[in-house]
């Protein structure tokens, strides 16, 4: 999993900005994903991508929009429209993105906080 | 949609004794649960997996049951060490849209080990 970068890894926004989150990866993943980590409530899907040019919503996809223009990259940003965006961001890439789940690994994170 | 309970959400135990947390999924599709650790403030890692074709496997000190059909699955951690001191997050897959899986996450589980 070292070959998933995330930056910043610290992030503080203002109340009504938008923010984007970086996503790297080396490993040629087909597959990237984007948690968001609340204390005491796991991890939870934001968004995910199966290829370029394609992608998914999950269980918490309102406030936040992804893009996926290239294979290793999948940024995420943070709308204004999230209203309680303060937690702990992982993006994570597994290798094969049909049927069968695959191991997915998973980037440092990046602690967002609303000022 | 899928719903991974995971219980306890805390554990202490003492050093050398064993832990065991149990997680329930309620999708009987599901066919793979991972485990990660994940230590304060570091990015959560894959320690042990298992798919459905299987109700049991061991790496060292650590191994996964699965029971099906109770729809149930177990980690244990025999001979516990200060180093097994962290959060543990159970998985379970799920199908996504169009064909294509994805994780849900247990809550999580602090595992203290006491000298």
């Known amino acids: ?115 | 949609g899928e719903n991974v309970e995971q219980h306890p959400s805390t554990l202490s135990v003492q050093e050398g004794d064993s832990a065991v947390i149990k997680c329930t999924y309620s999708d009987s599709a599901s066919n793979y649960f991972p485990w990660y650790k994940q230590e304060l403030g570091k990015r959560p890692q894959l320690i042990i997996d298992i798919r459905s074709n299987v109700g049991e496997k061991k790496d060292q000190r650590i191994a996964v049951t699965l029971n099906k059909t109770a729809k149930h699955f177990s980690l244990h951690i025999t001979e516990t060490q200060p180093e097994d001191s962290a959060v543990y997050f159970c998985a379970a897959s799920i199908k996504g849209n169009f064909g294509n899986e994805k994780l849900t996450f247990g809550t999580g589980t602090r595992l203290t080990i006491i000298p």
């Open chain 1, 1 to 115: 999993d070292g070959g998933i970068t995330q930056s910043p890894k610290y992030l503080f926004r203002k109340e009504g900005q938008n923010v984007t989150l970086s996503c790297e990866q080396n490993l040629n993943h087909d597959a990237m994903y984007w948690y968001r980590q609340d204390p005491g409530q796991g991890l939870r899907l934001i968004y995910y991508s199966q290829i370029v040019n394609d992608f998914q919503k999950g269980d918490i996809a309102e406030g936040y929009s992804v893009s996926r223009e290239k294979k290793e990259s999948f940024p995420l940003t943070v709308t204004s429209a999230q209203k309680n965006p303060t937690a702990f961001y992982l993006c994570a890439s597994s290798m094969f993105a049909g049927y069968g789940t695959d191991t997915q690994y998973f980037g440092p994170g990046t602690r967002l906080t609303v000022l």
